[in-house]
């Protein structure tokens, strides 16, 4: 059974950070390429960051500078850090990865507000 599993989200004031993870299991890892996505109430879906089983790394513009995205195929995890995070940032976060063979999974998503 696969499961991506994320944590860390929570309440922070503008200008703070936090770090996202994003534990897999049920899959083998280091073959999927992941992401971070998230989602504001009443818009959709959006990309924020990527990386490939390579390393290769894309940002979001909104999100370049401020966030980092990184992986440790020895503990099946994905990171996110935010840092200089703004209101805007507010949403729900979803972890999900991606194999050509196997097709998308998503995680469940975690809560991020910024607000003073």
Do not use: H
């Not at 950070?17 to 994003?22: G, K, T, V």
């Not at 894309?58 to 099946?76: L, M, Q």
């Not at 996110?80 to 196997?102: H, I, R, W």
């Amino acid at each position: 059974q696969v499961q991506l599993v994320e944590s860390g989200g929570g309440l922070v004031q503008p200008g703070g950070s936090l770090r996202l993870s994003c534990a897999a299991s049920g899959i083998i890892f280091s073959g999927y390429n992941m992401a971070w996505y998230r989602q504001a109430p009443g818009n959709q879906r959006e990309l924020v960051a990527s990386i490939a089983t390579g390393g290769r790394t894309i940002y979001a513009d909104p999100v370049k500078g401020r966030f980092t995205i990184s992986r440790d195929n020895a503990k099946n995890t994905v990171y996110l850090q935010m840092n200089s995070l703004k209101p805007e940032d507010t949403a729900v976060y979803y972890c999900k990865g991606s194999s050509y063979y196997a097709g998308d999974y998503w995680g469940q998503g975690t809560q991020v507000t910024v607000s003073s």
